[in-house]
């Protein structure tokens, strides 16, 4: 009877201590983590992909040229707390979504692939860094000088990237919790 007398406290208790759970704090700072891992993935693949279209690299071995990681961020430094490194995360997205979308981009090899996986993973996950103020892409065939630098810009986000989808991963795994 004195069990039956104490449950409802004891349910609160529970409650109140499951919902101030360090783990599910960390879980509800980075939206459906497993969602992200899945997004993240996903534009690593389409970057990977883009790196190797002739369309967008005519007159140039993609392969063989140095990159350009952005360097106003410190994602692949700062990942504690774990604030900082969702903040720089998005910053990089952020970034790289206004360097691609203002590039030629007549065929829309960079519209429907990169640009969509970026956008998928920063409505999703990092919706605070979508930005709102985008210059258009122009819709004409892209100079040499803009291939070359696409083609730097888009291998330093493969990078970047990779750092990204490893930081992701991290949270959402179970040792992050630990």
Not at 11 to 38: D, I, W
Not at 123 to 130: A, D, G, P, R
Request: net charge neutral; proline share 4%; glycine share 4%.
């Amino acid at each position: 009877v004195l069990l039956l007398k104490l449950y409802p406290y004891f349910t609160a208790a529970l409650m109140v201590l499951a919902l101030s759970s360090p783990v599910l704090q960390v879980r509800r700072s980075l939206p459906e983590a497993g969602s992200c891992v899945e997004h993240a993935g996903t534009l690593l693949r389409n970057i990977t992909d883009a790196l190797t279209q002739t369309k967008l690299f005519s007159g140039l071995d993609c392969t063989k040229q140095n990159m350009e990681l952005n360097l106003e961020t410190s994602t692949p430094s700062v990942c504690s707390p774990q604030e900082s490194c969702l903040t720089n995360i998005g910053k990089d997205l952020t970034h790289y979504y206004k360097v691609l979308s203002a590039q030629p981009d007549p065929d829309r090899v960079l519209g429907s692939s990169v640009l969509h996986s970026l956008r998928q993973l920063m409505e999703n996950c990092f919706m605070e860094s979508l930005p709102t103020n985008l210059v258009a892409a122009a819709d004409r065939q892209s100079t040499f000088g803009e291939r070359l630098s696409l083609c730097k810009v888009l291998r330093g986000f493969q990078v970047r990237t990779i750092t990204i989808n490893r930081a992701i991963s991290y949270m959402n795994s179970s040792e992050h919790f630990q």
